[in-house]
Every structure is written in structure tokens, then in C-alpha cells.
């Protein structure tokens, strides 16, 4: 990351991104570096990373931690790749993995790729290792251009114990150009049961969009099998709703959400209905107003969110947000916990972008808090 | 104290970041080719790019060599060749990229053009470093695709997306409630996410102890975009975990409640203990109480406090034998060797 830093223009004739953000806020005061790059040296090779680097983030003096730092190696025919680092591992049904490991994925002609991985799950901030391991890949096969089908298996070890070990399945259906349908879910090989499972339909009219969705999740299955409470039994969540997005006008978009919940013997609710307009053409000024209802028993809440992202001269935005919380059983943590940010942005040049905000809250922990913000960026970008 | 590693570390990459920022770097000795100067003359692109306007998918890329310029060029100033300073790296990957990774055929658009070059390559008049590859809304002033953006059907043209490292610019939007869908939407075509985003998208939510700053923090001045940590997350957290149970589990570490609590100081547990969080029914001598149900419902809330050495908390009682009883659920079953796995053999440790 340094070398790239200090040579940029050896990459310069390359599609080379980077990207610093400097974050600082107070009263804490916390401030935060963040840099990240990539670049294609060669059709067939790339790289990328991103690190940071702290000081009073998270109660800690001074901290740091490299999130990613990976290199790609491509068949530009775009029949394998490998990746070598610090790496994200997805796996279509298995919930992403962070690893410090390799990768191989590999295509054919006619639509099947299988994609495997080794590593050791990353520890943060350079923590103490443990020397646990995780192996894991994916077959998938695509149906024409109307379909894709993928079977995942993963296995974690935690200090050589079995961690996890799951296989899972995910489907993806483009029939006709107005439905499509994805699903996923995986299923728990230590204690045999369904882990998690997403079903998801959806249909396209010029201006409208429908989707139909449920899933299922078991909590005590998401933790590792080494943990205690990951022997209770199962007791999974189960939801089901339905989603509209209409752009009801030219400029003016509505996505509404309900879905209704049951686990063991609780049920609830949540609905959301959000509207943006667009104060132009371009979306460059966006007026936003969100309300929210979660009822569940004992956790209920209830939201309106305002906001306001409006150019005030060609380089300079004001954006505002504004939300009311009403918890249905706040007792002593207070009855409506309110929260406010007023921000400015000014985009100094292609390169260049500040902003600097003030926010208000009071929240259930604190009754009153005043914090200032300010992010500074610059695109190396070409 | 903050360590000395970190110390040096941070000076290292401030003084890149200095470097970078101040344009110290080695002399760059390319210069844009003066395409603007040759159009100003009359000269005609065929003429340097000789046959491009009879070619299709597969050919040559048609960029001009040293002897095309000295056709015209008698006397060089120099023994080198000619590409080496007159044009950019830059611009020939392009086109070497474009000729591979997209589905065009030049012969087809310059008839349709009526042999205009500029009609599409709007900036070749232009002597400042730009990229000659027409954008595609270019394309759009004689295509239309509504039905392929809205199947996210790019095939037609792009043959490999990954390789352009092109981004798109509003033709994709992500639609609907993109936060539960994305990631079964990215399984199907995961391609096309990385036109866009890279691992470190992925990894800003999904990583493990990831960027202190969510996106959500660090994009404060953008209020239109959404996250599951918008606005004043922080004061509902405790709700929006409770209604979801697993959802936190997904990306977090079951120890992230716990660690960011203590270091809050709002612990409940922990070694910072203030009182109970748990109501008064929450222990019942004879009859257990309320907290195993709650365990079941949402097991990572108790593992944010009791986990790790915590859940001898839980052993005291459950153990075999003992006062808790059996902590399974109906029908729990488990590859495991309780004698000797963990956490099987913390409970069935005597032989049970």
C-alpha cells in the first residue's frame, strides 16, 4: 500500500483506483485513516487492499488493521482466477467468510464453474491466532442464460474443534424479462437443521416492482457449534412479506416493505414505507421522508426519518437527516430517543471531497450528545 | 502508549500519502498523441488507422506503428519508436481490453455513422489525457436496452465485465430492499457486482472486526443512501437485534455486543458490572424462569455477555446431574463426541 502510495505514477498508465479517507470525529476524539487501492498491473493480474489505521477508535490509544489485501490472478478468457491474501470468501447459500488463504475458481464453456477455498479466518487487529482453519467451495451451473444453480459446502475448525459444517444450495430464475426468483439456504451438518433460508420473488411493470419474499433463520445454528449456546435446540425465526418499489413519478421514487415474523410463540410485524424526490433531473438534490414500525412484543418501536441532500453551489451540498424514535417499552432508557445531523460537503476538486457535520442525539445510554464529524477524501483515481 | 510499530507504520503511510499528494514521482515521459492536431490537418483516421473501418469482432486493433508515422513523418527527431512517447500506455490497454472483453464490430458502426469516427469518439479533439473509449451513453443515443437493464442482461455487448473495470453509471440501480436481497443476487451473478464494487465493499460489512467506521459512518453526508446502521441506529440497536434474531450473527462475532459495551462502558456484564440487565423473573429456583426461553430465542444475545469463560455461568447449573437440568431443545442432536468435544465435555465431562 506505502509502495503504491509513493509511486503512483509507475501504475499511472494502469486503471488504478485509490482511495484515502481520513475520518475524525469528536468528543472522543477519534480519528481514523483509511487507504485503499486496486489496480490490474496486467489483464491477468490485479491486486487490492485496504487498511487502517486508528487512534481512540473503539476505547482503544491507537489501533490498525489491514481488511483486505489480495492479489488475483485471472485467465482474461475468463475461464479461472485465483486469489491469494486476505481475502472475502462468498459462497452463493454459506454466509461470507474473511480469510487469510487462497482461492480458485474455475469456468467452463458450457456454464459450470467450481470455486474452492482454504484459509485461516481472519483475526482482527492483529490478534493472537489461533491457528483455526476453514475449507469450503462451490459448484455451480448455469441453465442457459435463464437460470443458475449452486451447491456450497464449508467446514470450520476453532482451535481444531468442529466450528461449523454446512452444506447449502442457492437458485437464481430469470424465466421472462418482467419475474425473477433467487433462493438460498443452508442446512447444519453437525446438528443436523435448517441454518438460514431466503426465498425471493419478484415482477417488473414499467414503473412498478413487486416481490414476494420469506425466510427462515435458526440462531442458535449461526453460532459456532464450539459455543454453549449453540446446543439449546432450535428455535427458528421465521418471516414472510411482501416488498412494492413504484417510481410514481419522474422524480419521485416509494419503496413500501411489510413482512409479518413468528418464532416459538412470538410473533410481530415490521412495515416500512420511504419516499425520495429528486429536486432534479440528475438526483442531485434528494428530499426523503421514511416511516417505520417494528411490533414485535417487548421490542416494539416506531420511526420517522426525514431527510434533505440539497446542492448549494456547484461544489458545495448541505444534507440533513432527522429521526424519531419511539420505543414501546423504553422505561428508563426514555420514551422517543431523537437524532439529528446537519452536514456540509465540499468537493474541492475531482480529487478532493471534505465534509463536516454536527450530530445530535439522545439515546438510551446517554440522554444528551453532541459529536462533530469530518471526513476528508482523495481519489488517486484516473 | 500507542506502540512504536504503529508509529512508524502510520509515518510510512503518511509520508506516502505526502508524496502522493505533492506529486512527487518519477518523471512520466508519456504524452498524449496529438490526435486534435492531426484532425485540425485534415488527416483522416483511416489513414493511421488503416482498415479499421473494415473490421469486425476478431483482427488486429489497427493502432498505428512507427512506419505508418513515417509515411507522413519523413524525418524523425529520433532513432526510437514513435509509440513509446507520442500516446499512452493507457489508451492502448484500453483498446486492447475493449477488443476483448466487449462485442463490437467496428466495420458495422462506421456505415452506420457514415463514417464519422467523432460521432462516437467525442473526445479526440481533445489534446489533454482523456480516455478515447466513447462512454456508453454514447451507445445509448442509438440503442435501446431498457429490457436487458432490466433483466441485468449484459451479455449482449460486455463479454467480460471484470476485465473492463468499467463502472456503470445509472443504469443499474439497486431496486427494492437491496440489503436482504444482495446477497443471493450476487451468488447468481457475482460479475456483475464486481464491475462495481470490489472485496472491500463485501468486506466493510462482512468483515470480521471490520473498518471501526461503517460506510454508514463514513458517508454521513449522504442521507439517500440506506444501511442497516442508518441515522440513529445506536439508540434502537437493542430492538432492531431483538426482532431479528440471527440478523447480527450474520456479519458480527457473537463477542462484538460484549467488547463494544465494555469499552462503552455501558456494559451490563462483563467485568464492568453495574446490575443485572435481566428482569426479576428472569432466575426461578424451581421452575428456571424466563431466561431459557430467551437463550432459545436470540442464543448470540446471551453469548455477547457469556460467552467464551461466561458460560460456566451456565454450567453451574446445567451441568449433568444438576440443578438446571437439560438445557437441549426437543429433538437436539449432534455429530459431536460429548466426552470430548467442545463444548460437549464442559457438562458430560464425568462420563454422562
Known sequence: MVAILLFPSASRAEPLRLRGDAFAQTPSPTGLLILSGEDRVKPWISAEGLAWLGAGVGGETGAGDVLSLAVKLRDPTGHGEVRIGRLMVTMGSIRPLQLDGASVLGRTPWGSSLEAFGGAPVVPRFG???????????????????????????HKRDRGDLAAEEVGADLAIAPTRTFDLAARTAYDLVSWGLVDALLSASVRFASLRLEAFATRRSPSRLLPATSLFSVLGDAPATRAGASVRWNAAPRLDVLGSGAVYVQDDRAGYDAFVRANLRTDDEGKGVLGLELRRQGVPKSGWTGIRATAALPVLPRLRASTELELAAADHGGSRGAVWPWALVAMTYRASDRWDMALAAEVASRPAVAREVVGLFRASYAWDR | MIPKK?????????????????????????????????????????????????????????????????????????????GDCHGEKHQRQEVEIAKHALRFEHDKHVVASNGSCTKCHAKIGESRDVSLMPPMVSCFACHQHEKQFAARDCDGCHVDLPAEHVTPQDHLVHDGDFIREHGVRAAASPDLCATCHSERTCLSCHGVGTTPALPARLTFDQPRLSGLHRAGFLSRHAEESKNNPGLCTTCHAESTCRSCHEQQNVSAGGPIKRRSPHPSTWLNPSRGGDHGQAARLDP?????????????????????????????????????????????????????
Not at chain 1, 130 to 145: F, K, P
Not at chain 2, 53 to 61: F, V
Not at chain 2, 335 to 346: E, G, H, S, W
Open chain 2, 6 to 82: 504503529h508509529v512508524v507504520l502510520f509515518l510510512c503511510v503518511l509520508l506516502g500519502a505526502c508524496a502522493g499528494i505533492l506529486g512527487i514521482k518519477p518523471r512520466n515521459g508519456e504524452r498524449p498523441f496529438e490526435h486534435r492536431a492531426h484532425v485540425t490537418k485534415g488527416v483522416a483516421c483511416t489513414v493511421c488507422h488503416q482498415g479499421i473501418a473494415k473490421e469486425g469482432r476478431t483482427g488486429p486493433l489497427h493502432l498505428p506503428t512507427t512506419a505508418t508515422c513515417v509515411s507522413c513523418h519523413a524525418k524523425p527527431h529520433t532513432a526510437q519508436s514513435c
Open chain 2, 300 to 352: 448470540a444475545g446471551c453469548a455477547g455477555c457469556h460467552g467464551g469463560a461466561g458460560e460456566q455461568l451456565c454450567i453451574g447449573c446445567h451441568k449433568v446431574g444438576g440443578p438446571g437440568g437439560n438445557p437441549h431443545g426437543p429433538g437436539y442432536t449432534s455429530r459431536k463426541d460429548k466426552l470430548n468435544d467442545v463444548p460437549c465435555r464442559f457438562c458430560h465431562r464425568m462420563g454422562s
Open chain 1, 128 to 154: 493472537e491466532r489461533s491457528y483455526d482453519w476453514a475449507v469450503g467451495g462451490r459448484l455451480a451451473q448455469s441453465l442457459g442464460e435463464k437460470a443458475k444453480l449452486g451447491v456450497a459446502y464449508v
